[in-house]
């Protein structure tokens, strides 16, 4: 049985036409003084949880669906989009391991798989029997299959193996870097840098999307060094304040992402990479 988070309901839809199992009836209440309430209706030995945890308010409703579950005999808990994933270790004293907390605060599940997780240790901090993180650069690659040859670009260090892995998908993808140093917590300056971008298409690649104060400096850099089309790529639209109207303003021709998060820029599907690995 496949049982959708509130925020997850298309993704978990996909999911279960693809495996053929029946999509639980859950339903999501809100009383008036704010607390939540949540009941699944029917019940299975094995349920798969679908809820992506962008807010707090998530993580509550995931707690609760599986506070429903807790008769089942094996419950898999699938978070296509983890918040919280950036706090992963305390970056100044007295501040909280944030993923940590989250993650310890589920009960004992049967497995836990995330999507391009930001940082794959915080899958140590789940007690889970078993943990996995699945790569949706693949289902974005997809959608760029009309661009002949294009230069994957990474906005930083961190996100070159997800570039690699759009690449390597694509078949004709070059891939290179920018050096991004972060100034504050929404901050980032781009050190300036020769690509090879001149009458290319380029393709920013991102795990995350949320101001989009990176991507919209990388496109910048790359139209000034005369590329014919610049378009962005990412796992998880989180899209926080001006961040689509941000992109296009700077230069963005497309904008793309995976449906880990419930957005218009969702073009890109994951439910066929879960479908495969659910069913391994």
Not at 35 to 41: A, H, I, P, W
Not at 242 to 256: C, F, Q, S, T
Request: charge should be negative.
């Amino acid at each position: 049985m496949i049982v959708s988070g509130s925020h997850s309901q298309v993704l978990a839809s996909r999911l279960s036409r693809l495996l053929d199992r029946p999509l639980a009836d859950v339903e999501y209440r809100m009383f008036p003084d704010g607390e939540r309430l949540v009941r699944v209706r029917d019940t299975d030995d094995h349920a798969v949880v679908v809820a992506s945890t962008a807010t707090d308010a998530e993580w509550i409703e995931l707690l609760q669906i599986l506070d429903c579950l807790r008769d089942a005999e094996s419950v898999d808990v699938v978070l296509p989009y983890m918040g919280y994933s950036r706090q992963d270790q305390e970056f100044e004293d007295g501040e909280a391991v944030t993923a940590r907390a989250v993650a310890e605060a589920l009960p004992p599940v049967t497995s836990v798989t995330t999507v391009n997780v930001h940082e794959p240790a915080v899958l140590d901090w789940f007690p889970a029997e078993e943990t996995h993180d699945v790569d949706a650069s693949p289902a974005l690659a997809e959608r760029f299959l009309d661009l002949e040859n294009p230069l994957a670009l990474a906005p930083d260090e961190g996100a070159v193996p997800l570039a690699e892995s759009f690449a390597s998908a694509h078949g004709a993808a070059d891939v290179d870097h920018l050096v991004k140093h972060r100034l504050n917590g929404e901050e980032v300056e781009l050190e300036t840098k020769e690509l090879a971008v001149e009458d290319r298409d380029v393709v920013v690649v991102d795990d995350m999307i949320a101001t989009g104060g990176t991507v919209s400096e990388a496109v910048e850099m790359i139209d000034r060094q005369g590329a014919a089309s610049v378009h962005a790529a990412c796992v998880h639209p989180v899209f926080a304040r001006d961040a689509v109207v941000r992109l296009h303003r700077a230069g963005v021709e497309r904008l793309v992402a995976a449906d880990t998060l419930e957005s218009t820029a969702a073009e890109a599907s994951v439910a066929e990479t879960l479908a495969d690995h659910l069913r391994r």
